[in-house]
């Protein structure tokens, strides 16, 4: 297993057929077409031709970045792929931030795999300086 890592090469095409690998119904493919149209940055690790995990950056590329879709094959999980997509995209934060400035990079976790962010420096919601993570889903018809 050779895994080898790709800036900005999700397609609509590769998402498709990766949600599809982790067994998920994949998405509108406009919808995912817009949405990379819009990410900041992304990271694929491949084994070969095959796309074996993902993450993704979303924000203002300034204040609040956010890391999306981080997501790896379940035989591709605990072999450090996840890390090094991360290190990847923290990277891509701090080369690409503005000098002399504080930012927030946050995400929201899976349930039961927050002990692989905190080993990368993360902290959980709540916690004493923030409040717990919110979401709102919205159906637009």
Do not use: C
Not at 66 to 80: A, M, N, R, S
Not at 121 to 130: E, I, L, V
Request: charged share 20%; no cysteine; proline share 4%.
């Amino acid at each position: 297993m050779t895994i080898t890592y790709h800036e900005n090469a999700l397609t609509a095409d590769n998402y498709r057929a990766f949600q599809q690998a982790m067994g998920w119904k994949p998405e509108n493919y406009q919808v995912i077409t817009k949405s990379l149209a819009h990410d900041l940055y992304d990271v694929v690790a491949m084994d070969g031709e095959r796309i074996v995990g993902m993450g993704r950056l979303v924000g203002d590329a300034a204040i609040y970045w956010y890391i999306q879709d981080l997501f790896i094959l379940t035989d591709y999980q605990h072999k450090g792929i996840g890390t090094q997509i991360v290190r990847r995209l923290i990277d891509h934060i701090k080369t690409n931030s503005l000098p002399n400035t504080q930012l927030v990079l946050s995400l929201m976790s899976a349930p039961g795999k927050e002990g692989f962010y905190e080993k990368l420096g993360f902290t959980r919601r709540p916690h004493p300086s923030a409040g717990a993570g919110m979401e709102l889903e919205i159906t637009i018809p």
